[in-house]
């Protein structure tokens, strides 16, 4: 019988991967819940049992590979879950309403997938009551769910991502400006 293969290393959305080869990886599909989570077993698309220890504290996100301790990879895919997915009233709704309500459900603290036309969350019966109370309209489904990762994003993820997308954009102004007594220098 074989060892059951331990995954602890992880490749933000496969990258340096070619897409031919992530797309020819070994799926395993799993929700929010167990992509929040750093250690734990499961198995994958094919029926192979599989081991997850990640360090601490570091998310899965769908498009992600994992890498074994002998090399396999094997590519996340954030499976679908009951969410709810808000959307502005069509009748007399504008994009703001999306806005507003992605503001109340941040002050609670409420994982949010965010698109320009729909927020998605996990069912909760208290802030759907308080969202259609905003006239927003909310309809369970079935749907993949990649919630945003916070101001400060997923820190395993955050500073080497910064270093990957450096586009050096110009707005115009100086970002290095000094402040003396009031006054920029």
């Known amino acids: 019988m074989s060892q059951m293969p331990l995954y602890n290393r992880r ?42 220890l990640l360090p601490r504290g570091q998310l899965l996100r769908g498009g992600d590979v994992l890498v074994s301790t002998n090399g396999e990879l094997l590519r996340i895919e954030a499976a679908a879950q009951h ?15 999306l806005i507003r309500a992605a503001y109340h459900l941040g002050n609670r603290h409420v994982p949010i997938e965010l698109t320009p036309t729909y927020l998605q969350i996990e069912p909760d019966a208290v802030l759907a009551d308080m969202l259609r109370a905003m006239h927003m309209v909310v309809t369970e489904c079935e749907a993949a769910f990649e919630p945003e990762a916070g101001a400060y994003g997923n820190a395993a993820h955050g500073h080497a991502h910064a270093h990957e997308h450096d586009h050096h954009h110009h707005h115009g102004h100086d970002h290095d400006l000094s402040i003396k007594g009031g006054h920029q220098t």
């Open 83 to 97: 969410v709810m997915r808000i959307t502005p009233c069509p009748e007399h709704g504008r994009s703001f309403d």
């Open 11 to 52: 490749i933000f959305k496969g990258h340096g991967l070619a897409q031919t080869l992530i797309n020819r990886l070994p799926i395993l599909s799993l929700v929010w819940d167990q992509r929040q989570k750093s250690r734990f077993d499961a198995i994958s698309q094919s029926g192979e049992h599989v081991g997850v």
